[in-house]
């Protein structure tokens, strides 16, 4: 993710929540250092963000409660509703685009008043999905992954099939078949035309291409 990216993900991530965060669990979810964090904090503030940070337990960085927040367009319930889907599709690995899924999460958060997100809080230990998560993956192929298919833009990836035989291939993204077990990526290699799919667990590495590669 890059910085301004970052900055407005965590001003959302911050404008979802009525309490304060620490600067270690930022680091953490935003996986940077907590110096990272400290830099973004001082940015979000000099681009006048009404940042606060409390001590104490429960304290943290927090947004002044006066800052006003878009108008609330999801009742609790149907906020619960989609906030614990995408957990469950972000846990049980169904999807590479969890960035982009964790930031829409933070957005539906945000449209909350105080009373519905401690509703919404409620209502999410109410709710459980089960099932068979899809095969682990790299968390920079992923993300070279959502930004390629978003951006419509050609992938280097270093692939290994069944035979265990790693090859090099540029390819470009058709669609994205989510099932119980694995995650595909339907892609044309541009070096011999074809289409073919490959597994996302296979990907050993994944290189956003600016121009359409050259066999």
Do not use: C
């Amino acid at each position: 993710m890059q910085r301004t990216e970052r900055l407005f993900a965590l001003a959302e991530y911050l404008r979802g929540r009525r309490t304060g965060v620490t600067a270690e669990v930022l680091a953490e979810r935003f996986g940077v250092t907590v110096r990272t964090i400290y830099r973004d904090l001082d940015a979000l503030r000099t681009a006048s963000m009404p940042l606060s940070a409390e001590r104490g337990p429960g304290g943290g960085y927090a947004l002044d409660r006066s800052y006003s927040l878009p108008p609330v367009n999801f009742t609790a319930r149907e906020a619960a509703l989609l906030v614990a889907l995408g957990r469950f599709a972000i846990d049980m690995r169904l999807l590479p685009f969890t960035e982009t899924l964790e930031s829409a999460l933070d957005k539906v958060r945000a449209a909350l008043s105080t009373s519905a997100q401690r509703e919404l809080l409620t209502r999410l230990t109410e709710l459980a999905f089960h099932g068979v998560p899809t095969l682990p993956s790299k968390k920079e192929v992923r993300a070279a992954v959502e930004r390629a298919w978003f951006e419509q833009q050609p992938l280097r990836i270093t692939y290994v099939d069944g035979n265990f035989i790693e090859t090099t291939r540029n390819v470009r993204i058709q669609s994205v078949v989510m099932d119980r077990h694995e995650t595909r990526l339907d892609a044309v290699d541009l070096d011999s035309g074809e289409q073919r799919p490959f597994r996302l667990d296979r990907i050993e590495r994944a290189v956003v291409l600016r121009e359409r590669a050259t066999p």
